[in-house]
């Protein structure tokens, strides 16, 4: 398909201009808005949560009306910056559609109708309920979910005591093909160095839109250097229309792409042969699987012309090493998520970017760092742990396959519960304790997981808000937002140690508690508070620092702490000025002058496997990555894609009503071709309908993207739960998208299959 940039800029919004909006109602649950808020008159450092990126804050209350936030000037590479949504934080606070007492379910579930109760009638009647789950069925018969990260590791705390080994995150609604593509091949995985990078292959990654502060502004600082950036795309994101050039690859086609790509590197010997002898295995078994492969190939499966694809390769390779080929961060696109994402890091091993400027590299933690310096650099975080945990041997419910190994250590495969649910294998889910996790929203299939719910013997949320999957909960648990609460220390590190934390701004309104301590309050109903010893988070956080005094004292002040020098393990640059800095670290330099005898890695070989013997133990034939063409859609549908929009994250803030006033409808952007064929103009209703379900929206004709496809910013057209515009209007992706598990990433599939109709 040849593309003209230019053309498709046109025309290309985000919000309905036909749309009138309306007032916000709030809903039956609503709280008086306070009156004033207190808290900290001085900018305080924090963390942000208004999306999982956690950029580091700075807020503080102003006149006891309003907060205000920028981002925590102590860390640099944040500065000032922060997104519209991390500004609106205080939206959020005060927000009438907050959830801000403990509630219980009256009437039938999902139907909308609650009780205030106390946290101790919360505590005890949910305790009750899951010992008789424990005593009738088994500790395992639960399952517990949230969002990865301090949050999640206090409610998985709760489950291993409890004795449930189910415990899932957001992954295989996120991030997991990419994760685990790199644990398979290299035992952990890379970050990229972005602001130094002379040319960056993106497929799909936004960072202008799917938003993460600092690496965002990296992005535009590498672009602002004279970095080309190729972006392959179905449609013409933002990400997109600022690149050198876009091609409007067919959904599915990265992995072919990719392929060819690598195979023009070898064929044309452009790949970095002492990088490949010295860190990698399995070259020849790559290079075979590659054989057959040609760029003409790869076009019939992506619509990017060949002479594009041999271009690209060959000119990458002339800026290599200090190249980037993004492992982009939502892997989901497709059942073919871990190959497509292994063929990525294959091609960064091939460019040899791997620990050189503007490439990829492994992060350098405090024990990490200390240990190359040759003297302590940056205090070590401890880890709060609790002897004498209960064992639990029952295996998970994902962990059917020997290769979802990879998985079940660390998200799991949250759909999974769907599954255990509806056949009772492999043995019966009966309670669901989510947190900070909207499945009804973010998992596809909402048909089915509205199933799994109605069957459940007890449903628990903790959020802040009446989400669409809380307004299907039995007991609401409401969690002070992130402004008014402490949390420990998170380890930041990038090139080098970094340390930061949340503390509270805003005093806490109404009767919210943060997570942490409502399941260490609802682990001590259930008779487990000798797995709580911990007086408080000060505790946990003077834990944390061994008693550093002074390292406790810095880090509540400035919020954020980076130690020691930027390093890049076998850029020559970089490694002199860490060898000046820590004299004692010349001692492991090798012959060339870096610390290039340093770069390991924890695959069983200690590199990186271009095939994996053991993966190909467990799947057959996933020892190298290969295409294997799984259908997206049937012939007479269109492919149906999503992404996220600047101003909102996901399925949350769709409720956060500075947002909801800035975007309050998902139009669905169909190709002229495509709606002149059905009668449809910008504005018009439209339908998309396929076996899971049926979606009434809005249309946005445009050029700018590809006329097999559709696409739509997730988030929108919530079924239940609080009512504003933005989750009263628009699409709901889940409705049409079919419960999958893919092969050994056990990932979550967000392309399906529509048809497209005037409403
Ligand atoms: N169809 C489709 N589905 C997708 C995606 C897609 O592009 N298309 N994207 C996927 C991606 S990348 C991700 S990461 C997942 C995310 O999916 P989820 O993990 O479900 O995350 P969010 O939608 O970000 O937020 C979940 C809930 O957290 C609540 N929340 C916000 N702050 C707090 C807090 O401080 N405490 C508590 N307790 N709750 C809080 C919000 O109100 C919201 O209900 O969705 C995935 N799902
Ligand atoms: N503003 C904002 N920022 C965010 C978030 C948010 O919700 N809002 N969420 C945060 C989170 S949790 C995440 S994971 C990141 C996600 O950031 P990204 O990974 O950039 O995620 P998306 O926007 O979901 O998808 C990126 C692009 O993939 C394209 N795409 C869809 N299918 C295909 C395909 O088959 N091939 C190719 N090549 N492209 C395809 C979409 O058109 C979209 O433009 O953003 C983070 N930052
Ligand atoms: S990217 Fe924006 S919303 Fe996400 S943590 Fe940073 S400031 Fe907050
Ligand atoms: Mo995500």
């Not at 249309?699 to 929108?716: H, K, Q």
Request: hydrophobic share 35%; proline share 6%; net charge neutral.
């Amino acid at each position: 398909m040849s593309i003209n940039r230019r053309d498709f800029i046109k025309g290309v919004g985000i919000s309905c201009a036909s749309c009138a909006v309306g007032s916000f109602s709030p809903g039956a649950l609503a709280l008086q808005k306070p009156d004033r808020l207190d808290g900290n008159s001085k900018l305080t450092p924090s963390l942000c949560e208004m999306c999982s990126f956690r950029c580091p804050i700075q807020a503080q209350v102003i006149n006891n009306k309003t907060v205000f936030i920028q981002g925590n000037t102590h860390a640099q590479h944040q500065g000032s910056r922060i997104c519209a949504r991390g500004g609106s934080g205080v939206s959020l606070i005060n927000d009438p559609h907050r959830i801000v007492q403990p509630m219980k379910r009256k009437g039938p579930r999902g139907g909308g109708e609650w009780e205030v109760i106390s946290w101790q009638q919360a505590y005890q009647e949910i305790a009750e309920k899951l010992n008789q789950i424990k005593q009738n069925h088994a500790a395992e018969s639960v399952a517990f979910s949230s969002k990865s990260g301090s949050l999640s590791s206090h409610l998985f705390h709760l489950a291993a005591a409890f004795g449930s080994p189910n415990t899932f995150t957001h992954a295989t609604t996120c991030p997991a093909g990419k994760a685990i593509a790199a644990q398979v091949m290299m035992g952990g995985d890379l970050v990229m160095d972005l602001a130094d990078t002379r040319y960056m292959l993106a497929f799909g990654h936004n960072l202008y839109e799917g938003i993460e502060v600092a690496d965002t502004h990296e992005m535009m600082t590498a672009q602002e250097r004279g970095a080309k950036v190729v972006s392959f795309d179905p449609r013409l994101s933002v990400f997109s229309s600022k690149a050198d050039e876009w091609h409007a690859i067919r959904p599915g086609g990265d992995l072919p792409v990719l392929m060819a790509m690598c195979q023009v590197l070898i064929a044309e010997n452009l790949y970095d042969q002492a990088f490949i002898a010295r860190y990698t295995t399995g070259f020849e078994q790559l290079a075979e699987s590659l054989k057959e492969v040609t760029p003409e190939w790869a076009q019939q499966h992506s619509d990017v012309p060949a002479e594009v694809i041999r271009r690209i390769a060959r000119e990458i390779a002339a800026q290599a090493p200090h190249v980037i080929v993004n492992p982009g961060h939502r892997a989901t696109y497709n059942k073919e998520e871990l190959d497509m994402r292994r063929m990525i890091f294959v091609m960064n091993a091939l460019l040899g970017s791997i620990e050189r400027k503007g490439g990829l590299y492994q992060k350098k933690n405090a024990e990490k760092y200390n240990k190359l310096a040759g003297e302590a650099v940056a205090p070590v975080l401890a880890k709060p742990g609790v002897k004498g945990m209960p064992e639990i041997t029952t295996k998970r419910i994902d962990a059917i396959a020997p290769a979802f190994k990879y998985i079940n250590k660390g998200g799991g495969i949250v759909q999974s519960i769907i599954d255990a649910v509806e056949t009772e294998k492999p043995y019966p889910v009966k309670a669901w304790i989510m947190s900070r996790h909207n499945p009804l929203q973010t998992v596809s299939c909402r048909p089915e997981l509205v199933k799994t719910l109605e069957k459940l013997d007890l449903v628990v949320s903790c959020d802040v808000y009446l989400s669409e999957s809380a307004a299907y909960a039995d007991y609401l648990l409401p969690e002070s937002t992130y402004l008014e609460r402490d949390e420990e220390i998170s380890d930041v590190s990038g090139l080098n140690p970094a340390y930061a934390v949340r503390q509270q701004v805003v005093k806490p309104i109404g009767n919210t508690k943060p997570s942490w301590m409502i399941w260490q309050e609802l682990g001590a109903e259930l008779g487990l508070s000798q797995y709580f010893p911990w007086k408080d988070m000060a505790t946990r956080q003077l834990f944390q620092v061994n008693g550093n005094e002074d390292f406790y004292r810095q880090i509540h002040q400035k919020g954020y702490l980076e130690y020691g020098i930027p390093l890049l393990l076998r850029e020559p640059d970089s490694v002199s000025e860490f060898v000046r800095t820590y004299p004692a670290s010349a001692s492991r330099l090798s012959d060339d002058g870096t610390f290039a005898q340093e770069l390991k890695f924890k695959s069983p070989s200690g590199l990186i496997e271009l095939y994996s013997e053991s993966l190909e133990g467990m799947a057959s034939g996933y020892g190298v990555p290969r295409y294997r063409n799984f259908p997206l859609k049937k012939d007479n549908q269109l492919y149906f894609i999503q992404g996220k929009v600047a101003v909102h994250t996901n399925g949350a803030t769709q409720y956060v009503p500075l947002l909801s006033e800035l975007m309050w409808d998902n139009p669905v952007w169909i190709h002229p071709q495509t709606a002149k064929d059905r009668g449809i103009k910008t504005g018009d209703f439209v339908w998309l309908e396929n076996e899971i379900g049926k979606e009434k929206g809005r249309a946005l004709v445009t050029p700018a993207i590809r006329p097999d496809t559709l696409f739509v910013y997730m988030g929108f057209g919530a079924k239940t739960g609080a009512k504003t515009e933005a989750t009263t209007h628009g699409i709901h992706c889940g409705n049409l998208l079919p419960h999958e598990i893919s092969p050994v990433c056990g990932t979550d599939v967000h392309t399906s299959g529509v048809q497209l109709s005037r409403g």
